[in-house]
């Protein structure tokens, strides 16, 4: 039986996957990316997991905490709803921007369609807790939000991972998310320790854990939840494990669905891992505490290979133990970090005050509005360069930038044909190719719906390629383009024009 405030052990529900996440044992809860669930129209395998007492975590991708605007209300209403339809004691979120530019930065908003390292600087820590703390008060029960994986590394940063994770915590109370396949991708990708990371962050801070799946090509590891989860993912679950019993474990797959049994293979494997990792955790804290018991008994005990008794060790005697043929004298101990104390890290400073801050209350307000803009600039010149060919903003690896715009066009491909599915029936094999060549020069705007009209408006005025059929395609664009907006904007005056063309043909 769970532990009450515990959630136990998970995975993420998906629709492809519902029924065998409905008919596996020792499911105690699943979690539900929060965009794709309609409060008012909830699924029939969410409904009958909640009937059966398994809890539903909503999981928000869209909201952009860690960008320089202050989050959408609207987007913050719906993720508040969710939550109450679902009757979840928490949220969560991820620390990462997923949209830049507009008028912060006079330039067109771009998404990205993927979530965005934020850089670990004094600006950025700043706009990111406040952004927290408008999300915490609009939002019906607590927030957790979510380490991410990332390809390329942010020149000039002021702090490591788990400072800046420890500061956030600090500075709002917000809860933690650890991913512990995303600590394993920054390692291989950034050269990150993940240990270091779990000494600095505040691990009584976390709600729950993620376990995800990846793999390594050219040195780069993806982060593709995909694939079965390797090895280094699990060690790094028993590293943290050992520090502190996470509250809930969640298998995380969001593509290429392997059956029932392979999952249910990846779960044992998971509680095994935490199994194991708790029961090395006790001995080594008995250990710990066995010289303090033997020197009550006045016995002697192991100390640093050797046997001592208190008598001798005031004496400073020490005697040789004996030892079994197996056993080695310079085996090293496992030890336990202590948890760390407010005061190991210290606060980020937001930096001396300026003389706008120094003025008033009614300063500060400009004082924030410059570290947004500030924060918004380069999280636009990133943007730009990653979906919009403009040149890389200095200090960035550029070999690295176009792995990550690579990798970028190529799930917006992915996310387009699962939302539009019929366009890829009706281009077959020239889908792919069609639409990564569209995607270099026409960056996402809007989300993967609007996108993948925009993509089938391009090849209607353009020429599709060889071999597709032009009149479905059409047939389908008008249907889902609705009636001819009224509005003046550019964009709406571009699809009256389209519309007009295609009704002619």
Known sequence: MREPGRLGTGIGWRPEIAEAV??????????????????GHLPESLLRLRERGVTVVPHGVSLGLGGADRPDEARLTALAERAEALGSPLVTEHIAFVRAGGPLTASPLLEAGHLLPVPRTRDALHVLCENVRAAQAALPVPLAVENIAALISWPGEEMTEGQFLYDLVDRTGVRLLIDVANLHTNHVNRGEDPAKALDELPVEAIAYVHVAGGFERDGVWHDSHAHPVARPVLDILADLASRVTPPGVLLERDENFPGPAELERELTAIRGTLETAKAAARGTRETAKAPARAAERGTAVLVGGRTASPAAGEAGAETEPARSPDTSPTAPAITTPAPLAPGDIEAAPDGPAGPEEQAGPGSRAGADDARRQRVALTQAALLSALVAGTPAPEGFDRVRL??????????????????????????????????????????????????????????????????????RLRDWWLERSGPAPLSGRPAARLARATRRVLLRR
């Open 22 to 39: 409905e008919n596996m044992a020792g499911i105690d809860w699943v979690e539900a990316v929060a965009e794709n669930v309609c409060p």
């Open 402 to 471: 176009g792995v990550q715009a690579r990798a970028l066009a190529a799930k917006r491909a992915d996310v387009v044909a699962k939302v539009a599915p019929e366009l890829p029936e009706i281009l077959a094999d020239a889908y792919r190719p069609a639409f990564l060549a569209y995607a270099q020069r026409r960056p996402m705007t809007g989300g993967y719906r609007r996108d993948a009209l925009g993509f089938a408006e391009h090849l209607l005025l353009t020429g599709l390629p060889e071999g597709a059929d032009t009149r």
